[in-house]
């Protein structure tokens, strides 16, 4: 049994319905590989952390709907260590429980906390990274988040303004936070030098983090003080259920970081990059032809005339013709076909239609 008092908590719990209709319900993105790589970003984010922490000191929080897809991925995990939830509620109500269920298991527990949807290129330099904030941390009561040097104006990451001059490796107050902000503005916190990304990427103690929830956003600590006990006992599947009944729809970046005047940012460049939706991935996508597209085909296929778009089909069967596309997202699966202009808000203003009665089964 290991005697640290670091853990950490990988986030695999999305509906990852901005990746459709390649991710569905059923299987949302963290559990697809796409035919992009060997691996899915669960096991190559659990695999990620083999090197950083002691196996047993890593869990996954995820929607118990999942628990047989992660251990068909994982199966070297035990299923002490998952954290599920009954159904998703965001960031906010997630990392409440997972608190609680690592200061139930251990009450000086150091947690990271991080999303399954990353890709790190310099891993040597994650690793680093993940020390100093861990020993920042440990010996601090404040909360940390990871924020990386930007490289461009990218407006698929949130950014992270900091309260002075900053050094790489150094933690640094954090100042303001901005979601996804238009590109004028991306710009603009680009050329000024006091922005960061936001990783999403959290190292903080498990009583830190529930003590500036108490202060923060008491709608969601609350619900755990009579229930408390119960957690590891035969009862907690009712307790979380009840909680999650009552708790707030709100992410941890709403509900605490920009609220929080005990936020700091460790500044680093270990070559990140959030994929969370198409866009992003056509961002970081290396193999992009000289007029900007990305293509994946995995039948034969005539792509003709068209310029920064992404394409993607999925059945080595089918011929695929696309010609003239500019900006656009192409995306042929199985039971579903996706062609819509490359801008999020109209891909999430169409996805909107698979609520309606009669699509159920395309979510």
């Known amino acids: 049994m290991s005697e640290s008092k670091e853990y950490c908590v990988i986030l695999a719990g999305g509906s990852g319905d901005h990746f459709w209709p390649l991710s569905r319900e059923d299987r949302p ?11 899915s970003f669960l096991q190559k984010s659990y695999r990620r952390m083999l090197g950083i922490f002691d196996e047993e000191h890593i869990y ?3 929607q118990s709907k999942y628990k047989k897809l992660i251990l068909e991925q994982l199966p070297e995990i035990s299923e002490d260590r998952l954290i599920l939830e009954p159904y998703g509620k965001n960031t906010g109500p997630t990392i409440a429980f997972v608190a609680h269920t690592l200061i139930d298991k251990d009450p000086d527990a150091v947690m990271v906390i991080t999303p399954c949807d990353q890709e790190i290129s310099d891993l040597e330099l994650f690793a680093q990274t993940i020390r100093k904030g861990l020993d920042y941390a440990s010996s601090n009561n404040a909360l940390l988040t990871l924020g990386l040097v930007p490289t461009s104006p990218n407006t698929n990451f949130g950014y992270v303004q900091v309260a002075g001059p900053y050094k790489q490796g150094k933690p640094v107050k954090a100042k303001t936070f901005t979601e996804k902000p238009s590109s004028e503005l991306a710009k603009v916190f680009v050329e000024s030098g006091e922005f960061l990304w936001n990783s999403g990427i959290f190292i903080w ?3 830190a983090i529930l003590e500036e929830m108490n202060k923060c956003c008491p709608e969601i600590t609350r619900l755990w003080k009579s229930w408390q006990k119960e957690l590891g006992t035969v009862c907690a599947n009712r307790l979380v259920a009840h ?3 009552d708790s707030p729809n709100i992410s941890i970046d709403y509900a605490v970081l920009e609220k929080s005047n005990n936020l700091y940012v460790l500044p680093s460049n270990f ?10 991935f056509y961002e970081n996508y290396p193999d992009k032809d000289e007029k900007g597209n990305m293509s994946l085909v995995f039948g034969k296929s005539i792509l003709e005339d068209n310029t920064n778009s992404i394409i993607y089909g999925a059945n080595p069967e089918k011929l695929l013709v696309v010609r003239g596309l500019e900006n656009y997202m192409v995306v042929d699966t199985e039971d579903a076909l996706l062609i819509c202009p490359r801008e999020e808000q109209l891909l999430k203003d ?3 239609y698979l609520k309606s009665p009669g699509y159920e089964e395309y979510k």
């Open 350 to 352: 169409t996805l909107s």
């Open 205 to 207: 103690k498990a009583k």
């Open 60 to 62: 996954i929080s995820s």
């Open 271 to 280: 070559g990140w990059s959030d994929v969370g939706n198409w866009n992003a």
């Open 243 to 245: 909680v999650y009944t």
């Open 29 to 39: 993105k963290q559990f697809n590989t796409g035919n992009f790589s060997k691996s």
